[in-house]
């Protein structure tokens, strides 16, 4: 089974509000990213924060890691329609690398 | 600079056939990474190679194998096709392997829709 498991799986949220997903893990890890996926496409990478890190920002983005709970989220602040999409988490341990079970974000204008 | 480029976009295949996906990194990527996105299955991580090597592979039968050739670009071959395997493949590259798998950013591909009926 996949290591990392996010929720909510479906997040539905008007234009401007923000946005907060989650992704737990079950082992050790060296660093955790998260990317957003449009339409079955490619992924685009949003943010990564290494294990001895406890927050990041990035634009519109923040996201916070806490290794004692094997958890992290990403706020996503004042979304826009363009904001929806799935989101993943990725994390990484030695040579291991699993994907969370991802986010559905849909933002309403 | 050119992203990850990966080919054919869309491959249909039958029950038993074989499948060959590539996969050309951006320049100055050493590590190529595949990826398969099922529905209902997640993204599951398949093979990560580095200057030609095998590093990692995940849960995945032999059947599932591929390559990394001197320019760095990949190939990912899937034999005896089962219908499960209808699937997004996802490639990702990036530079260098310090740290391990998932040490760094990884910019993926477009991806190839395998269909197999």
């Known amino acids: 089974s996949q290591q990392g498991e996010e929720d909510p799986q479906a997040l539905s949220i008007q234009e401007g509000e923000n946005a907060t997903m989650n992704c737990s893990y079950k082992?050790?890890?060296?660093?955790l990213q998260w990317y957003r996926q449009n339409s079955g496409r490619g992924l685009v990478h949003l943010i990564l924060i290494r294990s001895n890190e406890r927050e990041k920002h990035s634009g519109r983005l923040r996201v916070t890691l806490d290794t004692s709970k094997k958890s992290s989220s990403l706020l996503i602040t004042a979304s826009r329609a363009a904001d929806t999409a799935s989101y993943f988490c990725l994390t990484g341990g030695g040579n291991k690398l699993t994907f969370g079970t991802g986010t559905q974000l849909k933002v309403e204008l | 600079e050119a992203g990850v480029t990966q080919s054919p976009t869309h491959l249909i295949k039958t029950r038993g056939q074989q499948a060959t996906l590539r996969c050309s990194p951006i320049?100055?990527?050493?590590?190529v990474y595949w990826y398969q996105q099922a529905l209902g299955l997640g993204l599951q991580f398949l093979l990560w190679?580095?200057?030609?090597?095998?590093?990692n592979r995940g849960n995945f039968p032999p059947r599932f194998s591929g390559r990394q050739f001197p320019n760095y670009s990949s190939e990912l071959n899937v034999n005896a096709l089962e219908l499960e395997d209808s699937a997004l493949y996802l490639c990702?590259?990036?530079?260098?392997?310090?740290?391990?798998?998932?040490?760094?950013?990884?910019?993926f591909g477009p991806g190839t829709r395998l269909t197999v009926l």
């Open positions: 990702a590259s990036r530079s260098g392997t310090s740290g391990g798998a998932g040490a760094d950013t990884q910019y």
């Open positions: 190679y580095d200057e030609g090597e095998e590093r």
């Open positions: 082992t050790s890890i060296n660093n």
């Open positions: 320049s100055g990527h050493t590590s």
